[in-house]
């Protein structure tokens, strides 16, 4: 009897000392401002693409870029890019 459980507690105690030495890499903090300059990148694409598929119809390039950011405030009015 003391055998078998001398038999079974060297594996569960090697198991729990490896597992409780090995530490997982902590993982990076992600940086706030790496959403607002991928937001803000979004942005100024859509508008340029709106934009010059709205001066493909007609408008004017003033009217088709102030309509191109209206649009968007509608569109992605959840983000922080659409806010500025």
């Known amino acids: ?3 078998s459980l001398l038999f079974l507690l060297i594996p569960s105690l090697a198991l729990w000392v ?3 030495h090995s530490k997982t890499p902590k993982k990076p903090k992600e940086n706030p401002a790496i959403a607002s300059q991928v ?3 979004f942005k100024q694409r859509w508008i ?3 934009g010059a598929d709205l001066m493909a119809l007609g408008l004017r390039p003033d009217l088709a870029r102030q309509q191109a950011i209206d649009e968007f405030n509608d569109r992605y009015g959840f983000t922080h890019a659409a806010g500025k």
């Open 18 to 20: 490896g597992c409780s």
């Open 48 to 50: 340029e693409k709106r």
């Open 1 to 3: 009897m003391k055998r």
């Open 39 to 41: 937001e803000e990148e």
